[in-house]
């Protein structure tokens, strides 16, 4: 089961200047470790982009703290690394149905 973590109030934007809203996301893995995610939801649409894993931590509360702390700059880049894992997805999803 994954926890929101963290919801960011600010709305972000990608190049083309569509909004987005982040919250932060974390896992429990077997070995104990805390891994976690950004998503963007969409403001208006129907998506929802995911980073890989943004970060690793021994506890809940070490990664809430790392989450609460994250500047503006680095949710900007999330969302470019967000797009860049959708536009991958979806290129593999397209070449896999022209093969």
């Known amino acids: 089961m994954n926890d929101i973590i963290h919801s960011y109030q600010d709305v972000l934007r990608d ?3 569509r909004a987005y809203r982040a919250s932060a996301h974390a896992l429990q893995r077997v070995d ?3 891994e976690s ?6 403001l208006g649409r129907d998506i929802t982009l995911r980073t890989g894993r943004e970060s690793e931590r021994a506890d809940r509360a070490a990664m809430t703290r790392w989450a609460a702390a994250l500047p503006p700059s680095y ?14 997805q979806l290129r ?3 070449e896999g149905r022209a093969a």
């Not at 995610?37 to 969409?42: A, D, K, L, M």
């Not at 949710?75 to 991958?88: I, N, S, W």
């Open 32 to 34: 104990g470790v805390w």
């Open 92 to 94: 593999t999803l397209l």
């Open 15 to 17: 190049p083309e200047g």
């Open 75 to 88: 949710l900007d880049g999330a969302l470019l690394r967000a797009t860049r894992v959708r536009l991958t």
């Open 37 to 42: 995610w950004i998503e963007f939801r969409g």
